[in-house]
């Protein structure tokens, strides 16, 4: 009858586009890509300023992204 969509998303599913997918926005998780964050470890190398001034975030989404830090016990550089 019908296809299951666990085997639809599976076949489509790249681990390397999971990070932060659901968090932010697709042009916010871009943007990090650009600069070579894919975990966040190295998210917290760098300041909340400098995440600022990368396409796609604003309030919002940071607001969202220290949430997330938080729950996982990581933070930003600090200035």
Same mark, same amino acid.
């Given at each position: 009858?019908? #296809?299951?969509?666990?085997?639809?998303?599976?076949?489509?599913?790249?681990?390397?586009?999971?990070?932060?997918?659901?968090?932010?926005?697709? %042009?916010? %998780? %871009?943007?990090?890509? #650009?600069?070579?964050?894919?975990?966040?470890?190295?998210?917290?190398?760098?300041?909340?300023?400098?995440?600022?001034?990368?396409?796609?975030?604003?309030?919002?989404?940071?607001?969202?992204? #220290?949430?997330?830090?938080?729950?996982?016990?990581?933070?930003?550089?600090?200035?």
């Amino acid at each position: 009858m019908s #296809k299951s969509l666990n085997s639809m998303y599976a076949f489509n599913y790249d681990p390397k586009e999971g990070f932060l997918q659901g968090i932010i926005a697709m %042009r916010a %998780r %871009r943007a990090l890509e #650009k600069e070579k964050i894919d975990s966040l470890e190295k998210l917290s190398d760098y300041s909340e300023k400098e995440i600022m001034q990368l396409h796609g975030f604003g309030k919002n989404t940071m607001m969202k992204l #220290k949430d997330y830090m938080k729950e996982h016990q990581m933070c930003f550089k600090e200035v």
